[in-house]
């Protein structure tokens, strides 16, 4: 069974300049996360969905940070314009009744 | 809002030792995750905690739940090099958001 896939792996790119990551969940996987760990820290949650709806994104700086999940399958994460302080690795992780499982991630680099 | 706890940050331990690893958590979790990641690499899902007293093992890792005590330890028993790693814990809170610990950093020395 495939896993939690994602797309790019590394990404830089100079600030100003928008971002998208692309995130695939382990099929029948209801639930959608996007987390953002920096380096040397825990993921932090950015958003949450529950099939297509966003059931939590109070994390999610909506100024710069836009996510969508159409038809409740793949998801999409947008950072416009990106910052400096972006830089991180962004994960997607999908839920089934009780386990979690991640992806390998993107890696930001705003410079 | 859940907190989730764990220490020590750091930990470097020989080769044969057993040590454990404590997480706390503030408030009711309805589940207690430990996941394993490697230096650049994503979470690897270890164990799954569902009730109160649950115990699970895999290979030198155990994991084990106490809900009264908002307490999981992970217990490693005789070290080995291949599972110096960083290791989190996580709970879940009433709205189904996952929340993580800091992390231990464990470095096994030859």
């Known amino acids: 069974e495939a896993g939690v896939v994602q797309s790019p792996r590394y990404k830089i790119i100079e600030k100003k300049q928008p971002v998208a990551f692309w995130c695939n969940p382990i099929?029948?996987?209801?639930?959608l996360y996007w987390y953002r760990q920096n380096l040397g820290q825990g993921p932090e949650l950015l958003i949450r969905?529950?099939?297509?709806?966003?059931?939590?994104d109070s994390q999610l700086p909506k100024d710069r940070f836009s996510a969508e999940r159409l038809k409740g399958v793949d998801s999409t994460l947008k950072i416009q314009p990106a910052e400096l302080g972006d830089s991180a690795v962004y994960l997607c992780?999908?839920?089934?009744?009780?386990?979690?499982?991640f992806g390998q991630g993107t890696r930001l680099t705003v410079v | 809002e859940l907190k989730v706890e764990q220490n020590p940050l750091f930990l470097s331990m020989q080769e044969g030792k057993n040590y454990t690893i404590y997480c706390n958590y503030s408030?009711?979790?309805?589940?207690l995750y430990w996941y394993r990641q490697d230096p650049g690499k994503s979470l690897e899902s270890l164990f799954v905690?569902?009730?109160?007293?649950a115990v699970k093992q895999e290979g030198r890792l155990m994991a084990s739940l106490d809900t009264k005590a908002r307490l999981s330890t992970l217990h490693i028993t005789a070290a080995v090099h291949d599972l110096s790693a960083t290791y989190f814990c996580?709970?879940?809170?009433?709205?189904?958001?996952?929340?993580f610990g800091k992390g231990t950093r464990l470095h096994i020395l030859p």
């Open positions: 996580a709970g879940v809170n009433r709205d189904d958001k996952i929340i």
């Open positions: 408030t009711t979790s309805d589940r």
């Open positions: 905690l569902l009730s109160n007293g």
């Open positions: 969905y529950e099939n297509e709806e966003a059931v939590d």
């Open positions: 992780a999908s839920a089934g009744n009780t386990e979690a499982f």
């Open positions: 099929s029948g996987h209801n639930t």
